[in-house]
């Protein structure tokens, strides 16, 4: 959702949201909030139709539409909520080589001979029942917890059964209750569309305007940046650092490198220059952190100025020096005599 109150013939009105009046994305995540795949909501059976396909209300094609750009028959598993499960669509998916699991509206199931609530109700929290319907192809699981919801998956059933801790309310104990796999499954990869979204919000560029277009253009810049930082944490996983970067930090690196990278120091057109320096060190302790690496390493404008104090320097963390590079804005040694040490050479070589 991208928030607009201005005039736009794709704007919508949602009531549940916070902000009600704006633009309406659907989009597809992975379990990890990365974003592959969305499209923009353009009013009722516009802008999701794609060849081939039978209608299946809008939460339906909506799925097939974002579906439509994964390759076929690769094992690929489609995880929604209810409001886009439907029979139709989980078969069409099938056709196409796509395994789906979601929660399912019960006047949605076509009276599948599932357990009624009551039955479930009297043999307690965690019982379950399971059928499969059309031809074998659909698995509808319902499981009792607080109450009833019903699963529908293509590949995923009750089976294997695994324990959950709850809180009894009524007993104040702590209590073991069966859990379906469908169930488990569906938890563990749920959750990437949420996290996006809310790691969305967080460093939003602030837009004016009356162009609804740019709305949609910033956001699609902000999206990027979460992407990106998404891809860097697992990045981060694979080589085994220990404490990735908060995206707030990230963000600012990117654009530090984008202001900074292959451009001297002074030429500066249109921008205010505190946008482009970092802060002045001046408090005594006060720490200014390293350039990007892509800064560091351009081989522009790294230049050697002296200052009338000296400090520790950056690179190799010993020796006491003067001299300070004017666009990463740290103490370099650069000391000549007997035992002469150049780490701005290296500091900015490797
Ligand atoms: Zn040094
Ligand atoms: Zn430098």
Redesign the pocket.
Known sequence: MVPFKGRSFLRQYLPNKPKKWGFKLWGRCDASGFLHDFNVYQGKGTGIDVKGMKDCGLGGNVVISLCESLDRDCGYKVFADNFFSNFNMVKQLKSRGLEYTGTINKNRIHNAPLKSDNELNKKGRGSHSTVSVKDNDIALTKWKETKTVTMVSTYLTAEPVSKVTRYDKSRKVHVEVDRPNVVEVYNKKMGGVDLLDMMCSLYKRQIKGKRWYMYIFYHTLTIAMVNAWFLYKRDCVINGVRKPMPLKLFQSSVAEVFLKKDRPVSARVGRPLSMLQSPPATKKGHYTPA?PTEV?LDKVD?FPVAHQKRNRCRHCGNGYTQWK?R??D?FLCLTPGAQPRNCFLT??SN
């Open positions: 350039p560091r790294h590079c666009k990463c740290v500091y900015h």
